[in-house]
Structures are given as C-alpha cells and as structure tokens.
C-alpha cells in the first residue's frame, strides 16, 4: 500500500464528516488534506484508545521525533511521508504539527476543565491548529483568513464537544467547563450518569450558542477574495453547523444517551450545494 492509499483508507473509514469536503478538491490538495487528516487520526486515537497513559505518552513521544524526522527529510511513517510533498509545496510549520501533539497529550493529563479560558487552549491545539495548516492547503491570499480558521477550528470543536458528551462520559471525561455546570445546577454525577434534566438542557444550549457564535465570527473573518479557495472549509462548516441545529432540534439532553449524526446521503448533498454556492 502507498503511503497515500494508507492516508486515504484511514479517511474513509473514520466514516468523518471532513471526508466528504475532501471530494471536491483537485489532486494534489486533496491528498495533501487526506494526509493531513491521517495525522490527525493517528495521534488522536493513541490518546482515545490507548488504556495505559505510559504507553500513549510514549507513542505520542514517537509522533514528535518522526515529526521531526519528517522535516529533516526522513519520514518513517506512510503518513509521514504521504505529509512530505505537502510540507514545501503549502508551506506547513513543524511547530503546528507539533502543537497538535500537544492538544492530544493533554487528553492523557486531565479529563476536566476548569473553565472556558482552559478549555480554549485544548481546542486551539486539537482544531484550530489543524484550521491553520488546511487553510495553507487550500489556498489564500488574505491574512484575514487565518481568523477565520482559529475560529473555525474552535467552532467545530465545540460541536464535537456537544455531540460527544454522553460518549466522553463513558471514558469519564467531562470538556463542559466546570464552572458552567455550577452556574446551571449540574453535577458532574448528572452527565456521567446521563441523567436528563432542564438544568442539562440549558447548560448544552448554551454550548450550542457559544459554538454558533464561533461559527458566525469564522464566516465574517472570511475575506470574499478567499471564499472559492475555501470552499472545502465552507462545506464542512455546512455539515457541522447542520449537526449542531439538529442536536438541538430535537433537544441537546439527548447527547447524553445518543450519538447524533447525519446520514451520509445528507453529507454529500450538503457538499455538493455547498461547493456549487461558492
């Protein structure tokens, strides 16, 4: 399998809403994106499926020397390499790749957060970073762009946040600030334990609102001269935002028992329009 195919099959089978923004590209950006995303998929799963913390912490610590190794002209990885071409063609920073590691460790340090301000750091290293390097990708010509995908990244992982929250529980982890839950009346024992309530439901509208807004602050910081170029971040901003709205359509509390999700018929459609609107 070439180290391309390898990104690709770990795409498609992440079954990830990203996957179907990715279709629309030429070549090149599309397969330096899939690459990207690949990355992302390795280091992520260490910290989600990995029991043992030493042992994360170890292949994390891997993650970092083959970084490094990739930018000495040395990858050992298919996805390292497949990452190869992409780095000098966009102009992708080592210390961005390098940041995302970072966000990923954290995961093996805390499963709480004490308030908001902590929380943005966790989600500028695991997504925001990751809106700076596809942005590279994708092409602009305006730094006002780079706004737009800090707020992007974070918009798209607080809706991961808000969708996730029964299945985090589980792995007792909490990413709804600490503090938040004491503003609304919500223990911790109440997500852990999936316990419905309108305390819940106002506590995760309010994450719903917060995301909104992040989304609404990305699509004004998109300059009009880099909207074609960013058509992919566009269309994943579709998908996402469609998720959100339907999470809290049928009442936000459900994501304490259920995984929502769209059918991937609607993905595609929502790609498509997307793509022709821009």
Same mark, same amino acid.
């Given at each position: 399998?070439?180290?391309?195919?390898?990104?690709? &099959?770990?795409?498609?089978? =992440? +079954?990830?809403?990203?996957?179907? =923004?990715?279709?629309? @590209?030429?070549? $090149?950006?599309? &397969?330096?994106?899939?690459?990207?995303?690949?990355?992302?998929?390795?280091?992520?799963?260490?910290?989600?499926?990995?029991?043992?913390? /030493?042992?994360?912490? %170890?292949?994390?610590? *891997? *993650?970092?020397?083959?970084?490094? %190794?990739?930018? /000495?002209?040395? $990858?050992?990885?298919?996805?390292?390499?497949?990452?190869?071409?992409?780095?000098?063609?966009?102009?992708?920073?080592?210390?961005?790749? #390098?940041?995302?590691?970072? +966000?990923?460790?954290?995961?093996?340090?805390?499963?709480?957060?004490?308030?908001?301000?902590?929380?943005?750091?966790?989600?500028?290293?695991? /997504?925001?970073?990751? +809106?700076?390097?596809?942005?590279?990708?994708?092409?602009? =010509?305006?730094?006002?762009?780079?706004?737009?995908?800090?707020?992007? +990244?974070?918009?798209?992982? @607080?809706?991961?946040?808000?969708?996730?929250?029964?299945?985090?529980?589980?792995?007792?982890?909490?990413? !709804? $600030? #600490?503090?938040?839950?004491?503003?609304?009346?919500?223990?911790?024992?109440?997500? !852990?334990?999936?316990?419905?309530?309108?305390?819940?439901?106002? !506590?995760?509208?309010?994450?719903?609102?917060?995301?909104?807004?992040?989304?609404?602050?990305?699509?004004?910081?998109? $300059?009009?001269?880099? #909207?074609? /170029? #960013?058509?992919?971040?566009?269309?994943?901003?579709?998908?996402?935002?469609? !998720?959100?709205?339907?999470?809290?359509?049928?009442?936000?509390?459900?994501?304490?028992?259920?995984?929502?999700?769209?059918?991937?018929?609607?993905?595609? *459609?929502?790609?498509?329009?997307? *793509?022709?609107?821009?």
């Amino acid at each position: 399998m070439t180290p391309q195919a390898y990104c690709q &099959e770990k795409a498609a089978a =992440s +079954g990830s809403s990203f996957y179907y =923004s990715f279709l629309f @590209l030429p070549k $090149p950006r599309r &397969e330096a994106i899939t690459a990207l995303y690949a990355f992302c998929r390795e280091v992520d799963d260490i910290a989600d499926e990995c029991s043992d913390a /030493a042992i994360a912490a %170890n292949k994390l610590a *891997w *993650w970092r020397s083959e970084i490094a %190794n990739l930018y /000495a002209g040395k $990858p050992q990885h298919p996805v390292s390499k497949a990452l190869q071409p992409a780095i000098a063609s966009y102009g992708l920073a080592e210390e961005h790749f #390098q940041e995302i590691i970072d +966000g990923m460790g954290m995961d093996l340090q805390q499963n709480r957060y004490a308030d908001f301000k902590s929380l943005q750091l966790y989600c500028y290293r695991v /997504a925001s970073v990751v +809106g700076l390097l596809s942005v590279a990708i994708f092409g602009y =010509s305006n730094r006002q762009t780079l706004k737009y995908a800090h707020d992007l +990244g974070m918009a798209f992982q @607080l809706t991961n946040i808000i969708r996730d929250v029964g299945e985090d529980a589980r792995r007792d982890r909490i990413y !709804l $600030p #600490q503090d938040e839950l004491a503003r609304f009346g919500v223990s911790e024992a109440d997500i !852990l334990h999936g316990r419905r309530s309108d305390a819940v439901r106002a !506590l995760l509208e309010f994450q719903i609102e917060r995301a909104e807004d992040y989304y609404d602050r990305a699509l004004r910081n998109l $300059p009009a001269e880099d #909207q074609r /170029a #960013q058509r992919t971040g566009l269309i994943m901003t579709a998908i996402y935002r469609t !998720l959100l709205r339907e999470i809290r359509k049928d009442g936000a509390e459900q994501v304490l028992n259920a995984r929502i999700s769209l059918t991937p018929l609607r993905k595609l *459609w929502l790609a498509w329009t997307t *793509w022709l609107r821009y």
